[in-house]
Structures are given as C-alpha cells and as structure tokens.
C-alpha cells in the first residue's frame, strides 16, 4: 500500500480483491436499476451555518444574467385587501444574492392606488414621478422588506392567481397602470402554505423585465430543488436550534440544551447532560456569567451523534487498498455487491462517490471516505426501509375498474380555512392536484352576470368564478402530478340558464381533455384508469326521467339564498350547522340541463336507498361520514360487495365547522374509493391519507387489496 501524504491525498493503486466479510454474505445479488442509486441528492457537505445550503445555489446562477435582477428594477405589488380592496403600490424590488432573497424597498412617499371593494372608486396617494432607471441605494432596515426564496414553490405567469383575476376584471379602472397591466407583463411569487400569505403578485412595466424575473427566479427554485435534501436538513436544523433557543439570542444555555436533547429523544440524566454540555462547549462563551453554546458548536454535536461505529468498522473491513482510510471505485462496487446484494456497475458507483464524498479532491480521485461512506447510508435513499421505486413509479396493474381503487380525494376544495367565514381560492386547487389529488369538488351556485360561481353555500366564505377555476387551476394542473383520470365532483346548487353556461365553459375550456363519450352499457364494470389516461370525468346528477323524479327530493338552493342576510346578524357557526344539517339530507339541485347532463358518464351521482336495490355500474351515491360508519358497522360485507362494482364517496359531516378531517382507515377498509378529506388541514388524518398515497408513484390511484376486488 503506498503511504498517505500530508494532505490526505491517496495515490492509485489496484485493490485486490476484498474478503466476504459483513451482514449478507451468501444472500444472492439482484440488480437495482440506476435511477435508484442516481436520483437521490445528497446531503454532500457538513453545514457549518443553518444557510450552507444556498452556496451551492448561488454557485449554479451566473450573475451575469442576473445583473437586472441584483441592480433592481420597479414593480408593480398588487394586493387584496378585505376592506380596501385592490391596492397596487410601486416599490422597486432587487434580488440580494448574499441571502437568496427577493427584497424590495418602501419609497419615502408612497405611492399606490385603490381599486374600492365592489365599486367603482379609484383613489390613489399624491402621484410621485418615478425614475426611469432606479438609483442603487442601501435602504434603512425600516423600509426593506425580504421574501426568502426557501420560501418560494413556484413562480406563476399571467393573470393565474385569486388577486389577478379581480384585477383582471377591474384593469381598465387602473389608468396609472393602462400600459403595462396585461398578461404577459404580470408574475406572481407562490409561496409554501406554512407561509402567511399565499402569493406576492407583481407587475412590470415591460415584458422583457417580467421575463427576467420569472426566468431567474425559477431558475433559482430549479437549483434549489437539486440540492433539496441539503436544504430541508440544514432547516431542519435551524428549526431544531430556535424551537430550544427560549430567549432567542443565538446561543443555548444548559437547560436549553437540556429542552434539544429531549426534542431529539435522546433520554439522559442530569449528569450525563451536564458532561455532553461541557464536551459540546469549546468556545467557553459566556452570556450573562452562563456558559452557552453556539449555531456551530450544536452543528459539530449533531454531526456527532450520526456517527456509527458498526459502519465505520464494516467499511474498514472493505477499504483494503488504503488500509481502512478511503475506499476505492471497485471496493465500493464489491461492497454493495456482498453486503447490499445490488449489483452496481462503475458509473453507479462514480455516481455514489460524486454525490456522497464532501472532500472534492478525493471526488476526483474516485475515493470514498468513513464520512462519505457514512453519509451513503444515513443520507441515499437507496439505504431506506421504503422502496422509493414504488415512490417514485407507477408500479401496480392500472388495468382494473376504476371501483377497484382507492382514490385521492379532497373535500370543498376551494377552501384553505374553516368552513364558514375562510377565503376560497384557486391555489386550493392548485395545491390538491400538484399534491395528486384526483378528485376535486366545486359547490356551484348562480352567480353575477349569469357566471356561475364557487363557494360554501349558505355561509360567508369568498366566491371563485367558475369559469377561472377552469382556466387557472383545472385546465394547467389537471394532469401535473399524475396523467390519471381526474374526477370533477359537481354538487350543483345553479338554476338550468347557468347549468348551461357551466356545461359551455367545461367543453370550451377542457376541450379534448373532458370525456364526453356515453356510457358503454355492454359492458359489466367501469372502464380503467390506462382507459381513461389524461381524461377529465364529470361526477354529477343526471337529467331525472319522471318516475325517478317523483321518488326523490330536491330543493331549489335560491330558498336558501335568500336566508343570507339574517347570517349576517347573527351567529355563523349556527346558521351554518343547522343549514349544512338540512342541505345534506335534500342535496343539490337536480340537473335540468340536457347540455350539462349530456357530459356526465361513468360519475352519475345516485341516491343511496339500500344494498338491495338494483344500480347499475355507473351509479355511484355519497355519504356522509357518520352514515358511512353506520353502515360499514352494520353490513360490512355488503358494504365491501357494494364497492367491488360501485364507486362511493365519504364525506366530512356538516359539523366540522373548522375543517377537521375524520379517520379514512375504516372507510378504506370496507373498500370506499373516494374518502373526501380537508387537504387544508394539518392533522393527522390526513398525514395518514398523504402516505397513503405516496406510492404508487404518487398517481393518485392505489389498487385496493384482492379480498376487497374480487
């Protein structure tokens, strides 16, 4: 073996061949394909700070093309405000490189406009000339204001956001901004929906500044994501860090460090902790006569704590060229061979060292280090319990029924809040198809201007034009995380004029996309998801014949329109438990338009009226979560026969005011597909139904279990 220099550096040498040594030997080998070891990103170096993260991100943006962005430019901000309306201010807005974030400054004298809520007022501050080209100054810390990029999850183009939509409608009001106002000029910043605010939405004056902006900014998010586990380990970090920093000064104190190490789960006594303390603390800084440790003291501690001596040891047993000091490309190859029974060839295994080893001169050598070695098994995902194949892929026979799936499901979807006073909007959309949802509800009313519009009836939420709802979230983001059917639960509340108007804006603006083929009754079962590959199902009530009319009940929902105003003066949660109460057991309107009738197919919605009336395979029924229970307690085996052929849908009861999500296991386990759920809540629920669906590649399908099939 030749000798290791002063620098650590290695020389080549051919390495024979390793001893089978470790856990597996015997076990016969199988071949992972490639994209198991080469998708994952590593977390490559050890962050010294909780922000390392965005050197590497800042290393992949020339700043060259970001010279306009750095400089700064003046945009519109556009806001939406309960009271005031539509306020647009001028502010000029610049990228600070040295953090990755978006910074923009208040000007001395503001300058802004007022669109007046529901009028046709516009007001605006004492105009202010602005110059052309905006001077580089350093803005006092009061009047700057910074957006994180961490922050940012998509950078949206156009009119595509709740806010732009009513600027759209108003922008001839808007004569300050009359040249510049248009599509192509504005861009919105999305942020993730831990956020206080779901988007920033902003205007340039030119095209060429907008493009810029959107171009660098998703430019940005683009390198983020590469690095995307580096940066959620360090926030992680950071998160860990400040939740035990009580006096938020930058340092833990003992008792603090006490408070991190039992956040970590690690359980030791007092001593233990005290000794840990003294180790951890070699600054010896002092804070008010107490010792304290600092960001990078706790970073070293953390680091410690992954260190493993059993793999330390099982790489000494394979690292024979150097002696136990670095691993060469055919020990690597040998070792996952013998231990992990993967068969990796050599540009595997480069991938392996490229991505794993933080000393970059030993990454050129192709040398593995303990530390890189270490960070292949606590950091690839390759090493997991969870086959990320079937994450990350659509593995199951999509061949089947439709019944014969469990399907992602979102109730009211267009809320991000409770369900009586919150706003409704389009990034609810948005968020549960980009998250894979496959089915989506919109609660249509009659609306202004014979416009059809979203909202929960009956109750002070904010109303979405139907149509936009389309065009902004439906249309671009139908198949975005999956190119399986998507479901458009209907619960139709319109008169037949604007039932015909929905029936137009589904078939104008789906286009091909809308299935709109009838129902084959030849057949025995519903047709596939492969079948129905990128198509949109309408889920709705059909035109009623006159002997079914008369066996059911329907309410006209203008009756209960025109109870709104006695909401207002009185208490909302009540008014809205004891209408929701009485809607349910009417349900909606009956459908009275042959055109809009004519686009429901294989989704007819049915009134439940027992397992021993006859339906047919198209028919499927809703049922309100208590009900469903009930029955799935009392006739379990029919409940499971009943969805081996028929689709059923559960959703929340009418009391959960706060959008609280009931417990989906029990329906899963009489076969129900379509377990509705808030995907605005956070609890644990619906963490049960996010893994739920994350195999399977996240299609948003999952083949139910045989005994619930056949």
């Not at 609306?447 to 671009?476: C, M, N, Q």
């Not at 109460?581 to 049915?606: A, I, P, Q, W």
């Not at 969805?643 to 609280?660: A, E, K, Q």
């Amino acid at each position: 073996m030749e000798p290791v220099d002063e620098k650590g550096e290695f020389s080549d040498c051919s390495a024979p061949s390793t001893p089978e040594i470790g856990l597996g030997s015997g076990s016969p080998p199988f071949h992972v394909p490639s994209p198991r070891l080469l998708r994952f990103k590593s977390v490559r170096t050890k962050p010294k700070s909780f922000s390392a993260w965005k050197e590497s991100v800042r290393s992949a943006c020339s700043d060259d093309d970001l010279e306009i962005l750095v400089r700064g430019c003046y945009l519109w901000k556009i806001r939406k405000k309960t009271f005031q309306g539509i306020t647009c201010y001028r502010r000029r807005f610049y990228l600070n490189l040295d953090t990755l974030s978006v910074e923009y400054v208040s000007e001395p004298r503001r300058f802004s406009l007022t669109f007046a809520k529901d009028t046709n007022l516009l007001s605006s501050s004492p105009a202010v000339e602005m110059p052309a080209t905006p001077p580089i100054v350093i803005p006092d810390s009061d009047s700057k204001h910074s957006i994180d990029i961490a922050n940012i999850v998509e950078v949206r183009r156009g009119f595509a956001t709740d806010t732009f939509n009513v600027v759209e409608k108003k922008a001839h009001t808007f004569k300050a901004l009359a040249t510049c106002l248009k599509a192509e000029n504005c861009f919105s910043l999305i942020f993730d929906s831990h956020y206080r605010t779901p988007s920033l939405d902003l205007v340039a004056e030119d095209q060429k500044i907008c493009n810029s902006w959107v171009a660098n900014i998703s430019r940005i998010i683009n390198a983020t994501k590469s690095i995307e586990i580096q940066k959620d380990y360090e926030l992680y970090l950071r998160n860990q860090f400040h939740t035990a920093d009580e006096n938020h000064n930058g340092n833990l104190t003992l008792n603090e460090f006490s408070g991190l190490l039992q956040q970590l789960n690690i359980n030791l006594t007092e001593k233990e902790i005290c000794a840990i303390f003294d180790e951890v603390n070699t600054n010896r800084t002092e804070i008010d006569g107490e010792q304290v440790i600092d960001e990078q003291e706790f970073l070293e501690f953390y680091h410690n704590l992954l260190e493993r001596d059993e793999l330390i040891e099982i790489f000494q047993n394979y690292s024979y060229c150097y002696d136990g000091l670095a691993m060469t490309l055919s020990e690597l190859k040998k070792f996952l061979e013998i231990e992990q029974h993967c068969v990796a060839d050599d540009e595997e295994c480069r991938q392996i060292i490229n991505e794993f080893e933080p000393c970059g001169s030993r990454r050129s050598r192709l040398l593995l280090s303990p530390e890189g070695f270490s960070r292949f098994f606590m950091f690839s995902d390759s090493n997991d319990l969870i086959d990320h194949s079937k994450i990350e892929h659509v593995y199951q026979n999509m061949n089947h029924s439709l019944s014969h799936y469990f399907i992602s499901t979102s109730h009211n979807t267009y809320l991000v809040g409770n369900q009586v006073t919150s706003e409704s909007s389009i990034d609810g959309y948005i968020r549960a198809l980009k998250a894979g949802c496959r089915c989506v509800e919109l609660d249509c009313w009659d609306g202004p201007r014979s416009e059809p519009i979203i909202y929960h009836g009956w109750t002070l939420t904010s109303k979405l034009d139907f149509k936009e709802v389309l065009i902004d979230a439906v249309r671009p983001y139908a198949f975005y995380s999956s190119e399986y059917p998507l479901i458009l639960s209907i619960e139709n509340h319109c008169s037949k004029k604007q039932q015909e108007k929905m029936a137009e804006h589904l078939t104008a603006i789906l286009g091909d996309m809308l299935y709109v083929q009838e129902v084959d009754r030849t057949r025995t079962h519903l047709p596939s998801p492969n079948e129905l590959k990128r198509k949109i199902l309408i889920k709705a009530k059909k035109i009623q014949s006159p002997n079914s009319m008369n066996q059911q009940h329907f309410e006209c929902p203008e009756q209960h329109v025109q109870t709104l105003p006695s909401i207002l003066y009185s208490n909302p949660l009540h008014q809205h438990y004891s209408k929701r109460k009485h809607s349910d057991s009417v349900g909606s309107v009956d459908t009275v338009s042959k055109r809009f009738s004519d686009l429901v197919n294989y989704m007819e919605s049915t009134k439940f009226r027992g397992f021993e009336v006859p339906r047919r395979y198209w028919e499927m029924s809703s049922f309100e979560e208590s009900k469903a229970v009930q029955v799935a307690a009392s006739s379990p085996e029919k409940f499971v026969n009943y969805n081996r052929r028929n689709l059923s849908r559960i959703y929340p009861r009418g009391t959960r005011l706060f959008s609280s999500n009931f417990d989906p296991l029990p329906l899963w386990l009489v076969g129900c597909q379509m377990v509705a759920l808030n995907y605005q809540a956070k609890d644990r629920r619906l963490m049960f139904n996010r893994a739920m669906f994350r195999q399977n590649g996240r299609c948003g399908y999952i083949l139910k279990p045989t005994s619930l099939r056949d």
